[in-house]
């Protein structure tokens, strides 16, 4: 990519090719959760779309203002919405950081406000009975079953989200302190935690899961 073109104090136009390789490269590629390095891809791709639809639209902090406006009309949530400016504030940063901004400009593009978000969101949540519904549903008496009752199991009893149940192996179910825990887990954002199960959850579960499958099964055992 010419480099040159880009290190004005005005941001002058750009290809969409030049521009969305950019962003690649200063944005994307720097991201190590892939949750949010789609979630930027595809709003910076739409950005880039609508920046590069008008001849000699300068890339300035009004430019952004206006570009949220647009995304307000079209109704889009205010949390999408700001998913989109967090992404552009932080292609502003980076290009500032690389020399290919002028730290005014991107300065002034940082601090564009987001969407207001009025109100609290109400979750929805299982009570008791409801949860032990569910966790009676599947079919124990098949292997998918005792799989599906184990997936149930930990996201019932230990709270975990569907990316971690996905990458839950044997090596990680282990006892700690005279508890069972799944340890070792690597969660959203690379962390590492360990996660307390309570008893039922291993003793109606992961012995049954076990069971079923032959000994020498390692790896990721809740996706086969």
Aim: charged content about 20%.
């Amino acid at each position: 990519m010419d480099t040159v073109a880009l290190v004005t104090a005005d941001f002058p136009l750009l290809r969409r090719e030049q521009m969305w390789n950019a962003m690649q490269r200063l944005v994307l590629n720097g991201l190590s959760s892939p949750h949010t390095r789609r979630a930027y891809s595809q709003a910076l791709e739409v950005f880039v779309i609508w920046f590069c639809s008008e001849p000699g639209r300068p890339f300035t902090k009004a430019v952004v203002q206006e570009y949220r406006v647009v995304l307000e009309l079209k109704g889009l949530a205010p949390s999408s919405i700001n998913v989109s400016l967090a992404a552009i504030r932080k292609f502003a940063l980076e290009a500032c950081d690389d020399g290919l901004l002028a730290p005014e400009i991107a300065s002034a593009i940082s601090r564009v406000k987001g969407a207001k978000q009025a109100g609290v969101r109400l979750g929805q949540w299982l009570d008791a009975p409801q949860s032990e519904r569910l966790l009676r549903a599947p079919d124990v008496s098949t292997t998918k079953g005792r799989r599906d009752a184990a997936i149930l199991a930990v996201l019932v009893g230990g709270g975990l989200r569907r990316s971690e149940v996905a990458a839950v192996t044997f090596e990680h179910i282990q006892q700690r302190e005279e508890r069972w825990v799944i340890a070792d887990l690597r969660g959203k954002g690379g962390r590492i935690r360990t996660v307390p199960i309570p008893p039922w959850v291993y003793a109606c579960n992961w012995v049954s899961l076990s069971l079923s499958l032959p000994q020498q099964v390692v790896g990721e055992v809740l996706t086969a």
